[in-house]
């Protein structure tokens, strides 16, 4: 498997319901970033957790964190319409200079 | 809140063309990146640049493009010769200096090669 891939490709899901979005990295990490975009947009952050974090929490968000398993997990409680977008991990790898590899990405989409 | 601004939006171009795409990083950001998205396709690193210079470049960052800080404010991508597969849309970021929170990205600019 690819560095950042999540899964699922796609979700669908009803207002009020939680989703959860999986991303799994190979190499070893100074911290992972998710990134939620919306169609045809820019990437907007959401929230970064460092290597030695297991989770963190933003409002109606929370990501996990398992280096021993390279992966991680992001949680929206309580989803809105307006969560509809594509949801991105990355990854800041440990020596690789400052960017970011990314992952293929979530697409959420939140019924009425 | 601070913003990553690009322009143009939108640009359309002729094959073997040269484009310059603009950006605006956030003013008290030390690090500037460019990165791609392929329609359909990830988030792809084109290049990150640090005082003044290339800090990194990826295997996509050839002789084809360059970037230059021309001021103290503009960040910009050059992509000279333009071939059909350059169309995609290309993302401006700036970070802080540890990369700490995270990078703020402009909203892009969409490419199409034509």
């Known amino acids: 498997s690819q560095q950042g891939e999540e899964d699922p490709q796609a979700l669908s899901i009803q207002e009020g319901e939680n989703a959860t979005m999986n991303c799994s990295y190979k190499t070893s990490i100074n911290n992972l970033q998710w990134y939620r975009q919306n169609s045809g947009r820019g990437l907007v952050h959401l929230i970064l957790?460092?290597?030695?974090?297991r989770e963190k929490h933003s409002g109606r968000l929370r990501v996990t964190l398992d280096t021993s398993k390279k992966s991680s997990s992001l949680l929206i409680t309580a989803s809105r319409a307006a969560d509809t977008a594509s949801y991105f991990c990355a990854t800041d790898e440990t020596g690789g200079g400052n960017k970011l590899t990314f992952g293929t990405g979530t697409q959420l989409k939140v019924e009425l | 809140e601070p913003e990553v601004t690009q322009t143009p939006s939108h640009q359309v171009t002729q094959m073997g063309q040269e484009v310059i795409l603009r950006c605006v990083p956030i003013s008290n950001h030390l690090y500037f990146y460019w990165y791609r998205q392929i329609l359909g396709q990830k988030v792809e690193f084109l290049v990150s640049f640090y005082n003044n210079e290339i800090s990194e470049k990826s295997e996509i960052f050839d002789d084809q493009f360059s970037v230059e800080r021309p001021d103290g404010s503009n960040f910009t991508l050059k992509i000279r010769s333009t071939k059909l597969e350059d169309s995609a849309m290309y993302f401006c970021?700036?970070?802080?200096?540890?990369?700490?929170?995270?990078?703020?990205f402009g909203s892009g600019t969409r490419l199409t090669v034509v």
């Open positions: 957790i460092r290597s030695n974090e």
């Open positions: 970021a700036s970070s802080e200096r540890t990369n700490a929170r995270g990078y703020t």
